[in-house]
Nanobody
Framework: QVQLVESGGGLVQPGGSLRLSCAASVSIFSINAMGWYRQAPGKERELVALITRRGSTNYADSVKGRFTISRDNAKNTVYLQMNSLKPEDTAVYYC???????????????WGQGTLVTVSL
């Protein structure tokens, strides 16, 4: 059973930065697309960034230019560098493999606690 553990969230002021980490219990070497999702209170979970095995990336328009997703296959870890944070970025952030055709999570059964990012003065 794959386990995905997110960390790195916290309280940050607008304009600040955070780096999130997602540690996988299994190798991600063969997984094509890994991504970060977020869910704000009262909102549906949305995909905000993904990265393929070849290093191709895609971002939601709301975070483009501010967030950078990366992966270290040797460490079985995916990262999300978040810069110029805005209050509207406040959400619980989750990682998962991404189905390329639908943007759905590949492992919907392993949604965990995520890591909370709060952007506020």
């Amino acid at each position: 059973q794959v386990q995905l553990v997110e960390s790195g969230g916290g309280l940050v002021q607008p304009g600040g930065s955070l780096r999130l980490s997602c540690a996988a219990s299994v190798s991600i070497f063969s997984i094509n697309a890994m991504g970060w999702y977020r869910q704000a209170p009262g909102k549906e979970r949305e995909l905000v960034a993904l990265i393929t095995r070849r290093g191709s990336t895609n971002y939601a328009d709301s975070v483009k230019g501010r967030f950078t997703i990366s992966r270290d296959n040797a460490k079985n870890t995916v990262y999300l560098q978040m810069n110029s944070l805005k209050p509207e970025d406040t959400a619980v952030y989750y990682c998962n493999a991404v189905r390329a055709t639908t943007a759905e999570a590949f492992y919907p059964e392993v949604w965990g606690q995520g890591t909370l990012v709060t952007v506020s003065l």
